[in-house]
């Protein structure tokens, strides 16, 4: 039996993989380290919290302590680095946290890795989990490759430019067995609801306003977030040791008409009036340094990995739509407390 560690694997994206990679690997040990920040959610993988090769362990990757002790515990074989800061918005009002966990945090982890491992690489892996914003903003064409230079603008995205930075630098000084992927934007269920979808798709439910930044042009590449997680299992264990692999859908869409197609497929699963939900669309004072265009080639992972996106948009996001309104007990839980003053002061102050 291996240990695995998978940080952040209580959060949007690390549920997904944690569940994958517990099911599809009986002989690994996955431990879940994860801080539960307001967007982690032990609800997010109660499915599986009692499978024999699962372990959760609440722990903050900020704390070096704590992060050394269990390395030295399980002497892990391979790390996938999810947890993170994560929202855009929250970066421009809380630098710090950003650089604290996505900086130091991810230190932390490569530095108490190289400890056990004591420089002797073989059959390891530290695999982190990165974002494409840290290639800056695209004009009208274009689109980020593996070796576009880093050109980040929001604390966020600085933030984990840093991170991967450092990692790679792992690789190159000491040596160490890096892996590194650049996902685009991610959706599906389990998503807390101040990213976009999600929080549109609350808003509609609820009759609340629909805030859209600026004139809602912006471009995002949308991903389904199982397949995002099949995309880190395959870099995981059949990606090249050092290298970079972008991951991403060839599904731009501009902010506005994925609104309306939000706001559509919901008025008719709602058996609404249609055009009911456009009504709540409300234009807000846009994003600071918000960035125009996101764009993946991912020609790289197909060609190497044979990985493709599953499920088209359309079915992907009415799959969405159908889990939000299926589980509204897990949307009242995370919207309760916390989210409503985050939500506050974020949207009332416009
Ligand atoms: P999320 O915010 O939903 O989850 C982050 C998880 O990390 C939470 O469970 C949280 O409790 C945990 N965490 C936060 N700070 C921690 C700390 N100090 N110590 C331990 N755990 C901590 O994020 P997500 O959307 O699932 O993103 C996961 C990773 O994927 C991040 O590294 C993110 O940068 C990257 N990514 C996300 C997207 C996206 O569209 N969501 C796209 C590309 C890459
Ligand atoms: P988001 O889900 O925060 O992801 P990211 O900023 O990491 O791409 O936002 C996606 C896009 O939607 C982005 O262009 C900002 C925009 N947006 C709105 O227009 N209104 C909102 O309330 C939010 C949260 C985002």
Redesign the pocket.
């Known amino acids: 039996m291996k240990n695995i560690l998978i940080t952040g694997g209580s959060g949007f994206i690390g549920s997904h993989l944690v569940r994958l990679m517990v099911n599809k690997y009986p002989n690994y040990n996955i431990v879940n380290l994860d801080k539960l920040t307001y967007a982690g959610n032990p609800e997010n993988i109660k499915d599986i919290e009692n499978a024999p090769n699962y372990k959760f362990v609440q722990a903050d990757i900020v704390d070096k302590d704590v992060i050394s002790d269990l390395f030295n515990e399980y002497k892990f074989a391979g790390v996938i680095h999810l947890a993170a800061e994560s929202?855009?918005?929250r970066s421009i009002s809380n630098p710090t946290e950003f650089i604290m966990t996505n900086v130091v945090g991810t230190l932390n982890l490569l530095n108490a890795a190289r400890e056990i491992w004591k420089d002797d690489f073989s059959d390891k892996i530290f695999y982190h989990v990165s974002?494409d914003?840290v290639y800056g903003s695209l004009g009208d064409k274009g689109f980020f490759y593996e070796d576009t230079a880093y050109d980040p603008r929001s604390p966020?995205s600085a933030s984990k430019a840093s991170s991967d930075h450092i990692v790679r630098a792992y690789y190159h000084t000491f040596g160490m067995p890096i892996k590194i992927s650049n996902c685009s934007?991610n959706y599906g269920s389990h998503q807390f609801p101040?990213?976009?979808?999600p929080?549109?798709i609350h808003n509609i439910k609820n009759n609340k306003p629909l805030?859209?930044?600026?004139e809602?042009l912006?471009i995002?590449d949308w991903l389904w977030v199982a397949d995002h997680a099949r995309a880190i299992d395959d870099i995981f264990h059949k990606g090249k040791v050092g290298e970079t692999y972008n991951i991403g859908g060839h599904n731009e869409w501009k902010?506005i008409d994925l609104?309306h197609l939000l706001c559509d497929t919901m008025d008719e699963k709602l058996g609404r009036e249609k055009g009911a939900a456009r009504q709540l669309i409300t234009y807000?004072k846009d994003?600071a340094g918000?960035?125009m265009r996101?764009a993946i080639d991912a020609t790289k992972i197909k060609e190497e990995l044979g990985w493709v996106p599953s499920v088209t948009f359309e079915e992907g996001l009415s799959k969405t739509v159908d889990w939000y309104l299926e589980n509204e007990q897990w949307l009242d839980n995370v919207t309760s407390g916390n989210y409503r003053s985050y939500y506050e002061n974020q949207?009332n102050k416009r």
């Open positions: 929202h855009v918005d974002t914003e966020y934007n101040e990213k976009l979808i929080l549109m805030p859209v930044y600026g809602g912006n995002r902010n609104v807000v994003r918000h960035d996101y949207y």
